[in-house]
Structures are given as C-alpha cells and as structure tokens.
C-alpha cells in the first residue's frame, strides 16, 4: 500500500512538472507552448526571454525562475 501511494505521489510531481509552460519573448511580444490561456501575448516584459518556464493566469503570467510578474496587455 506504501508503495502504490508512493508512485501515485511521485506520478502528480512528474506530470505537474511535464505541463508547465514555457514562454519565448522578445521586445514585449511574447509566443507560448502548452499555456492553457494563450498561445501569443503582448506583454509588460520586454526583454529576451528564450524557452523559460511560466506560470500563467487571465492578466498576467510568472517567470518561475526570476519571479518576475508580467501582465498581459492583448492575447490570442
């Protein structure tokens, strides 16, 4: 039983992980892979942001390694 708990936790870990998404930007202008919200953004943020990981939300998404909060001014 230990052992089926164990892999169900560290299967949510992976996959939570797997699903994240990734932002490339540049001089505002911002293409994202595997964002529930959008795929192409003008943002707040204008410098290069190559393949970095984000958390995103309506407004605004969140460069998980900087912690920089960028919002989002028009999206498709």
Known sequence: MKKVILILVLGLLFTNAANSAKVNCSNGECEFNYSVHYNWANTSCYETIF???????VSNFTIVKTGQLCQVFESK
């Open 51 to 57: 393949n970095e990981e984000v958390k995103t939300n």
